[in-house]
């Protein structure tokens, strides 16, 4: 929703667009309820992040799955540093300063999850894990 140059990497702006996120999946939570919705891209750090994620799930009538996903913070650094080489990743703020700042404000997730350890897992496994974990919700 927001380029350059008024791409200002806020927590107002990170805000708007998740809201703008919620009220599309409550759209489509309402006409196609056969398909899942993943949100992924945000952190889900603090209670009040999930608090509002989980809410606005509950007023589109979803059901919610919440899956933590860890990593060292070795291949954090790993994996910034090729997304930079490459260019993969769209944001310009992804670097080991926003993942500490990031990290300072984990809070504990109160509610039941799945939690998959990506330097003991493989990418397969954690697919077939999460899958698992929603097809067990529905």
Same mark, same amino acid.
Do not use: W
């Given at each position: ?6 791409? =200002?990497?806020?927590? +107002?702006?990170? #805000?708007?667009?998740?809201? &703008?996120?919620?009220?599309? @999946?409550? $759209? ?45 913070? =070795?291949?954090?650094? +790993?994996?910034? #540093?090729?997304?930079?080489? &490459?260019?993969?990743?769209? @944001?310009? $703020? ?45």
């Amino acid at each position: 929703l927001f380029a350059a140059p008024v791409l =200002e990497y806020s927590d +107002r702006q990170n #805000d708007f667009v998740m809201d &703008t996120i919620y009220r599309a @999946a409550a $759209d489509i939570t309402q006409h196609h309820p056969d398909h899942h919705i993943i949100l992924d891209g945000r952190t889900f750090v603090t209670d009040a992040q999930r608090d509002v994620a989980i809410a606005a799930a509950e007023a589109a009538g979803a059901q919610v799955c919440i899956i933590e996903v860890l990593a060292s913070a =070795e291949s954090i650094q +790993r994996r910034l #540093d090729h997304a930079k080489q &490459t260019g993969d990743h769209p @944001a310009n $703020d992804r670097d080991m300063t926003l993942y500490r700042r990031v990290l300072a404000n984990v809070q504990p997730i109160r509610q039941p999850h799945l939690t998959l350890d990506t330097d003991q897992l493989s990418l397969d496994e954690c697919v077939q894990q999460a899958a698992a974990y929603i097809r067990s919700a529905d």
